[in-house]
């Protein structure tokens, strides 16, 4: 007979510690409206939206080629980018982790904030200052 066993919900989901450093390296570089959803509840295609707003496309480009180079000193690497010079939302998609980098405009206009509302956000852990 097959024995059943509840799944543990009270555990740390598997993308925190990215998703951390992800929020650690774009506060490095002056991004604003860091925020976290865990989405693994409402879509199999990832556990975890993050998503940050640059004031420029410079800092945009700067925010997006930080993450990247900073999740590949640790072994991670993006299934897929997408973003373009001029563009002003680029996309790293990790798998379990979708992050959006967004120029001020851009996030205010698709409000992703919003609408994963109903998910649970993510402490991450980061300075006020």
């Given at each position: 007979?097959?024995?059943?066993?509840?799944?543990?919900t009270n555990?740390?989901?598997?993308?925190?510690?990215?998703?951390?450093?992800?929020?650690d390296?774009?506060?490095n570089?002056?991004?604003k409206n860091?925020h976290a959803?865990?989405?693994s509840?409402f879509t199999?295609?990832?556990d975890?939206i993050?998503?940050c707003s640059?004031?420029?496309?410079?800092q945009l480009?700067?925010?997006?080629?930080?993450?990247?180079?900073?999740m590949?000193?640790?072994?991670?690497?993006?299934?897929?980018?997408e973003?373009q010079?001029?563009?002003?939302?680029?996309l790293?998609?990790?798998?379990n982790?979708?992050v959006?980098?967004?120029?001020d405009e851009?996030?205010?206009?698709y409000?992703l904030?919003?609408?994963?509302?109903d998910?649970?956000?993510?402490?991450?852990?980061?300075?006020e200052?």
């Amino acid at each position: 007979m097959v024995k059943l066993v509840k799944k543990e919900t009270n555990s740390e989901p598997d993308f925190l510690p990215h998703v951390l450093r992800i929020a650690d390296i774009a506060q490095n570089f002056k991004a604003k409206n860091i925020h976290a959803f865990d989405v693994s509840e409402f879509t199999t295609m990832t556990d975890c939206i993050f998503m940050c707003s640059a004031s420029s496309a410079p800092q945009l480009k700067a925010i997006f080629s930080g993450i990247k180079d900073g999740m590949k000193e640790v072994g991670l690497r993006p299934f897929h980018s997408e973003g373009q010079v001029g563009g002003s939302w680029w996309l790293l998609d990790y798998d379990n982790i979708f992050v959006h980098v967004f120029k001020d405009e851009a996030y205010d206009f698709y409000d992703l904030e919003d609408f994963w509302a109903d998910a649970k956000e993510v402490n991450l852990e980061l300075d006020e200052a």
